[in-house]
Structure formats: structure tokens, C-alpha cells
């Protein structure tokens, strides 16, 4: 495992290793997303209270649990760049962070549009959403800071430390709900003992997280390649991938 | 030590050291973290009695009363152990009914009567389809009877 794991941190063999995983985890992904969007938004039945309105949480959770779950990603990778100088880590930090930040937008806004109807509010500075608000400033926050330098090195120990830093955030949004009275309601399907959902809405939902963290897994390490070429462009390994120059077959 | 071991020992003291103090401000702020007060917590004084604030609670069935030719509504909140009584005019969110999470924002008079200026639905964590909902309501009444009221249609 720390043999791969260290193999992995070298740039040639992880730009392979990638090259060969995206094709699946593309096609993965698309199947996913096609089954749960549409049995989520037709095949599933309307709630007893929101009728089709809440439909709108098979793009918010996983959204939402994708907008925390980059962000450990982010802080982990930061974290391993600061203290083991990783370069594939600090490339791969760098390209989660928009995917993050994306995931935390769409997450508030579809949010917002749902409140609207429901709650009768577009926005209420309650706890839990206000501490999704501070981490998309987080995810901001970090890409400012990556492309505030012009050494790649060093803008990545700046907002390295800025995504190490914030991480705290990140159970303050997951338990924010639970430690204070929030108008956002509790968890519903991370609740101990059984979920309050029936298995009919759950079970796209689950679909649907699936399918979006393979997309994230699949952006991520497309955006990550090219990042991680860009970045190596004088090193021997990038020339040789040109054509006529060694193994050009691996520019797809 | 070598330097990685130091980088690694350091973040850990930095992560460790945030939490911490995050950890103290939480604390410290608690009272004004909290997005609502419940009808107990107001009845023991804990709200602020001159400034408005937000009440939290269920609409306590049957207690909803509409002034006809007005918008004027006047309501109970309660969280099962005492209860609040309400008044409104304007418009409520398509979740408000009897039985369900609502949270007021507004100022007690000198009644004792909460003045809303705002109602918002609070919704809860439950999604099930119709027809099981019925289903529960059906074994639910058979339990107690009592409790036969369905919200508005």
C-alpha cells in the first residue's frame, strides 16, 4: 500500500495510472448520473407534504456532501504536499478546488431555490447555512491564494496551509444542525438506527451520490493530468509523450 | 527529528491549536448561534424580553385561527411542554400547517402574545411517499384517536 501510494506521488506514473482509469470512471459516472437523475426526478414518488418540490434534493445532498467530502480531499492532499512535498499532491489539491467550490454553490443555490417555496425564504443566516457559505469563501479563498504567486511551489504552501487551516469548518457544517436550532433540518439519512426516508426516495439519492463522486473522482484527475503536464513542461518525462518523440500514444 | 517528521509535528500542533480555538468561540458565542428559542426556553425568561427574537416550534393542532376578510392569523407554538400563543398577518409558506415546525420571527408584548413579523416553515427530516404516510395515519388513529386531525387538506 505505501509502495503504490509512493509510486503513485511520482508525476510520470501517475499521469498513466490516470490515463488508463478515466475512460472507465467516465462512463461509470454518466451511467449513474442517467439512472439517478431519471429515477429520482420521474420514477420516484412525490413526498407526502412537498409533492415534486422535493425532488430538488437528489442534485442538493449530494451537492452538499460532495462540497465537504472535496474539501477533506483538499485539506488531506494540502497536508501531504506541506509535510511530504508531494508534487502529485500539491497538483491534485489545486484541481480539486473548484471542483469543491462548484459543488458548494450549487449546493446553496439549489438550497435557495428550495426555500423559497418551502420555508418562505430564499436565505436565513442560520448555522448551518452559514458555515456552507464560509466554505465556499474557503474554496475562493484557496484558489486566490494558489494563483497569487508565480512559483507553483510556492502559492501551493500558501494555500496549502490556508486548507489545512480551514478544515475545522468542516464539522461545524456536518454537525451544525445538531448542536444548534437551525431552520435547515436534520440529517436524515446519516441518523443512527433507521433513516427517515423511505427506501423508494433513497435509494436514487444513493444512486446519485455514487454518480457524482465519480465525477468528482473522474474530474479530478482529468484536471490533474493536464495541470501536472503544464506544470512538468521542461521535464524529459512530458517531452517524451510527444508524438514522434517516444510513447506517443499516451496523449488521449 | 528529521525535517518531515518537524513539518508533520508542526501541522498537527497548528490543526490542533484551531480546533481549539474554534472550539472556544463556538462556546462563546453559543447564545447567539442559536437561530431560535423554543417556547420552554422562553417561559423560563431565556429570551431577550425588549428585542425581537426567534420563536421555534410545532403549531399546535387545532389552534390555528383565521380572522375572515383579513390576513390576520393567530396560532399556538409549542414544543410539548408549554406553549406560546401567536399572531400574524400575511402570508404563510406552503409547509405551514397544524402539527408542523415553524419559526417566528418577532417580539412578546406585554400579553405574553408573540407579534410575528415573519413565519417560516421549518421542515422536517422525514420524506416518505403519500400513500405510506396514509398508511401511518391510519394506524396512528387506530392508536389514539385523538390525534385524527390531518392537517388541512
Given at each position: 500500500?505505501?509502495?503504490w501510494?509512493?509510486?503513485?506521488?511520482?508525476?510520470?506514473?501517475?499521469?498513466?495510472?490516470?490515463?488508463?482509469?478515466?475512460?472507465?470512471?467516465?462512463?461509470?459516472?454518466?451511467?449513474?448520473?442517467?439512472?439517478?437523475?431519471?429515477?429520482?426526478?420521474?420514477?420516484?414518488?412525490?413526498?407526502?407534504?412537498?409533492?415534486?418540490?422535493?425532488?430538488?434534493?437528489?442534485?442538493?445532498?449530494p451537492?452538499?456532501?460532495?462540497?465537504?467530502?472535496?474539501?477533506?480531499?483538499?485539506?488531506?492532499?494540502?497536508?501531504?504536499?506541506?509535510?511530504?512535498?508531494?508534487?502529485?499532491?500539491e497538483?491534485?489539491?489545486?484541481?480539486?478546488a473548484?471542483?469543491?467550490?462548484s459543488?458548494?454553490?450549487?449546493?446553496?443555490?439549489?438550497?435557495?431555490?428550495?426555500?423559497?417555496?418551502?420555508?418562505?425564504?430564499w436565505?436565513?443566516?442560520?448555522?448551518?447555512l452559514?458555515?456552507?457559505?464560509?466554505?465556499?469563501?474557503?474554496?475562493?479563498?484557496?484558489?486566490?491564494?494558489?494563483?497569487?504567486?508565480?512559483?507553483?511551489?510556492?502559492a501551493?504552501?500558501?494555500?496549502?496551509?490556508?486548507?489545512?487551516?480551514g478544515?475545522?469548518?468542516v464539522?461545524?457544517?456536518?454537525?451544525s444542525?445538531?448542536?444548534?436550532?437551525?431552520?435547515?433540518?436534520?440529517?436524515?439519512?446519516s441518523?443512527l438506527?433507521?433513516?427517515?426516508?423511505?427506501?423508494?426516495?433513497?435509494?436514487?439519492?444513493?444512486?446519485?451520490?455514487?454518480?457524482?463522486?465519480?465525477?468528482?473522482?473522474?474530474?479530478?484527475?482529468?484536471?490533474?493530468r493536464?495541470?501536472?503536464?503544464?506544470?512538468?513542461?521542461?521535464s524529459?518525462?512530458?517531452?517524451?509523450?510527444?508524438?514522434?518523440?517516444?510513447?506517443?500514444?499516451?496523449?488521449? | 527529528?528529521t525535517?518531515?517528521?518537524?513539518?508533520?509535528?508542526?501541522?498537527?500542533?497548528?490543526?490542533?491549536?484551531?480546533?481549539?480555538?474554534?472550539?472556544?468561540?463556538?462556546?462563546?458565542?453559543?447564545?447567539?448561534?442559536?437561530?431560535?428559542?423554543?417556547?420552554?426556553?422562553?417561559?423560563?425568561?431565556?429570551?431577550?424580553?425588549?428585542?425581537?427574537?426567534?420563536?421555534?416550534?410545532?403549531?399546535?393542532?387545532?389552534?390555528?385561527?383565521?380572522?375572515?376578510?383579513?390576513?390576520?392569523?393567530?396560532?399556538?407554538?409549542?414544543?410539548?411542554?408549554?406553549?406560546?400563543?401567536?399572531?400574524?398577518?400575511?402570508?404563510?409558506?406552503?409547509?405551514?400547517?397544524?402539527?408542523?415546525?415553524?419559526?417566528?420571527?418577532?417580539?412578546?408584548?406585554?400579553?405574553?402574545?408573540?407579534?410575528?413579523?415573519?413565519?417560516l416553515?421549518?421542515?422536517?427530516?422525514?420524506?416518505?411517499?403519500?400513500?405510506?404516510?396514509?398508511?401511518?395515519?391510519?394506524?396512528?388513529?387506530?392508536?389514539?384517536?385523538?390525534?385524527?386531525?390531518?392537517?388541512?387538506?
Amino acid at each position: 500500500m505505501w509502495i503504490w501510494l509512493h509510486r503513485l506521488g511520482s508525476p510520470p506514473y501517475f499521469y498513466r495510472f490516470a490515463g488508463r482509469l478515466l475512460p472507465w470512471l467516465w462512463t461509470a459516472c454518466l451511467v449513474c448520473l442517467g439512472v439517478g437523475l431519471y429515477w429520482g426526478l420521474v420514477v420516484a414518488p412525490p413526498d407526502y407534504q412537498q409533492g415534486d418540490s422535493y425532488r430538488i434534493m437528489f442534485i442538493h445532498v449530494p451537492s452538499a456532501w460532495l462540497s465537504l467530502f472535496s474539501y477533506v480531499l483538499m485539506a488531506s492532499f494540502s497536508a501531504a504536499a506541506l509535510i511530504w512535498r508531494v508534487k502529485v499532491a500539491e497538483v491534485l489539491a489545486r484541481s480539486i478546488a473548484p471542483l469543491g467550490a462548484s459543488f458548494t454553490f450549487i449546493a446553496l443555490v439549489s438550497g435557495s431555490l428550495w426555500g423559497k417555496p418551502m420555508w418562505g425564504t430564499w436565505w436565513v443566516w442560520d448555522a448551518r447555512l452559514t458555515s456552507e457559505l464560509i466554505l465556499l469563501f474557503l474554496y475562493l479563498g484557496f484558489i486566490a491564494l494558489a494563483s497569487a504567486f508565480d512559483d507553483p511551489r510556492r502559492a501551493a504552501r500558501a494555500a496549502g496551509l490556508l486548507a489545512v487551516v480551514g478544515v475545522v469548518n468542516v464539522p461545524i457544517i456536518h454537525f451544525s444542525v445538531q448542536w444548534w436550532n437551525t431552520l435547515h433540518q436534520g440529517p436524515t439519512v446519516s441518523k443512527l438506527g433507521s433513516p427517515s426516508i423511505a427506501f423508494s426516495m433513497l435509494l436514487p439519492l444513493l444512486v446519485m451520490v455514487i454518480a457524482l463522486h465519480l465525477y468528482l473522482l473522474a474530474a479530478l484527475l482529468q484536471k490533474a493530468r493536464c495541470e501536472l503536464v503544464a506544470r512538468e513542461r521542461s521535464s524529459r518525462w512530458v517531452n517524451d509523450l510527444l508524438p514522434g518523440r517516444g510513447v506517443g500514444d499516451e496523449l488521449a | 527529528m528529521t525535517r518531515r517528521r518537524k513539518r508533520l509535528v508542526l501541522i498537527g500542533l497548528l490543526m490542533a491549536g484551531v480546533a481549539a480555538a474554534a472550539m472556544l468561540a463556538l462556546t462563546a458565542f453559543q447564545q447567539n448561534l442559536l437561530y431560535f428559542f423554543s417556547p420552554s426556553q422562553v417561559a423560563a425568561g431565556e429570551a431577550p424580553p425588549d428585542y425581537p427574537f426567534r420563536l421555534g416550534g410545532l403549531v399546535v393542532a387545532q389552534s390555528v385561527k383565521r380572522v375572515s376578510g383579513s390576513l390576520d392569523v393567530r396560532f399556538q407554538v409549542t414544543d410539548g411542554n408549554r406553549s406560546i400563543p401567536v399572531t400574524y398577518t400575511g402570508v404563510l409558506p406552503d409547509l405551514f400547517r397544524e402539527g408542523q415546525g415553524v419559526v417566528a420571527h418577532g417580539q412578546l408584548d406585554a400579553d405574553g402574545v408573540f407579534r410575528a413579523d415573519q413565519v417560516l416553515a421549518k421542515h422536517d427530516e422525514e420524506y416518505m411517499p403519500p400513500e405510506v404516510k396514509k398508511a401511518l395515519q391510519v394506524s396512528d388513529n387506530d392508536a389514539n384517536p385523538s390525534r385524527s386531525s390531518g392537517g388541512e387538506p
